[in-house]
């Protein structure tokens, strides 16, 4: 080959699509999730190559230069397309499942339970999600088994076919709750480690110590585990342990901390580190999670998760007084729905209502001018109502947010997705709830570059 001119490189998964992907692959596994962007705060941004700053810089006002010290990358090389809008039905429900499956049952080719089951309901056009756990012990009636608990029918399913657990798992969930469950995601223990630990691990406000003496290791033992009161950095294992353990209250207070986990991922799922490494962590995701949702499908619940505002998500438990224990005609603990007490909060939890607006967003530049229409199709692309940039009045050197009365939490979703802080945003309390969020950036604020 000729001097100078390069080997072309191998084809390579689109970075926008890795990115979406990889966050609903976590959307999935920890409730809901997502990811679009190349863009950081009061950080050095990696060097840039001289074609590209020169780029940036033959397009700034002359009138008005950005500060020496702020470079900023061609755009176009770190913008990401737009996620696209869902285009299934009104309502989507997804069956999570987390499979126990032990190493010595792996190696026999068995299928193991779903100890962990929720089901997970979207409906995209009103930025709505509800999260339903189902404890393990419910009474169910499978077909040409009889009654059973819950957690069976994967089991039974696998037996009969091979790959056909899930198909009877969202018949039996369905049938119970009365609603029809489209898709499945499913994860194993070690694939929920796998999960947790690639994303360097999860941060944990533990409400009070766990202590379980009793809790069970893979050769069918036990040991003590202890986990301390306060914020915790998880790594898989510990997760897994934290998820996993029950005998300290009981395993509806598993299933509640289960869903603390899951949306405790979303959150981690977010940052910018993350995001980062998106190409080189989606295979390793996708291998560890099972599901018949396509790609397409993936990235609109990645952006559904996006845009979720304060108020967006309900979850249940189905505990006590929601069910009662009682046993078998084998003997088995069982639990019975309380069909009287139980239809009414799923009526609740699956109502709908209007649309939550789409909050608007106002971009002010007092940094770098390129970086105002870079940020502006950025947030356009995630569903946000933004107005044409203006340049600030002054320069500004801190980046900052400006939310009305009421709209802290919103402005601290949009802060997210700009992987900026929680600290810029600022509260006025005497602008009026509708107006919008006003986005200052500030010369520290910084777009970087997409890995290469």
Known sequence: MAAGIPTPAPPRRPRWLARGLLAALFALSAAAGSGLGAIAQGRTAPPIPPSARGTAEARAPAAQPPPPAVRAADPRASLPAPL???????????????????????????????????????????????????????????????????????????????????????????DMLGQPID?????????????????????????????DDAYPTDDYGTRRLVIPQGVQHMDGATALSYVRSRHMDSDFGRMERQQQLLLALRKRALRWPVLLRAPQLVPEALGAVRTDLGPADL??????????????????????????????????????LDRARVEPAL????????????????????????????????????????????WAAGAASATAIRAPAGGQAEAEALARALALPAAVVQVDAER?????????????????????
């Open 299 to 336: 990235l609109a619940f990645a952006k559904v998760a996006q845009q979720l505002p304060a108020g967006g998500l309900k979850s249940l438990v189905l505990a006590p007084p929601f069910v009662q224990p009682y046993t078998g005609s084998d003997g088995a603990y069982l639990l019975r």
């Open 432 to 452: 009026a709830p509708a107006a919008a969020l006003e986005v200052t950036l500030g010369a520290d604020f910084r777009l970087a570059p997409a890995p290469p």
């Open 183 to 211: 898709h499945y995601a499913v994860v194993d223990f070690g694939g929920f480690e796998r999960l947790v630990d690639l994303l360097d691990g999860v941060d944990v406000d533990v409400p009070r110590a766990l202590v």
């Open 84 to 174: 696209p809008d869902w285009q299934g039905p009104a309502r989507t429900n997804i069956l999570l499942m987390g499979v126990d499956l032990r190493p010595d049952e792996r190696r026999a080719g068995l299928p193991g339970r779903t100890d962990v089951m929720m089901v997970l309901s979207v409906v995209p056009a009103e930025r709505r999600v509800a999260l339903l756990s189902v404890p393990r012990d419910l009474a169910v009636t499978v077909p040409g088994v009889g009654e059973t608990k819950i957690n069976t029918a994967f089991t039974y399913g696998e037996v009969r076919q091979t790959g056909g657990g899930p198909a009877l798992a969202k018949q039996i969930v369905g």
């Open 347 to 390: 009526a609740a939890l699956w109502a709908g209502g209007p649309a939550a607006p789409r909050p608007t967003v106002t971009v002010a530049t007092a940094g770098t001018p390129d970086l105002g229409p870079t940020v502006v199709a950025y947030l356009r692309g995630l569903g946000y109502e933004v107005a044409a940039p203006r």
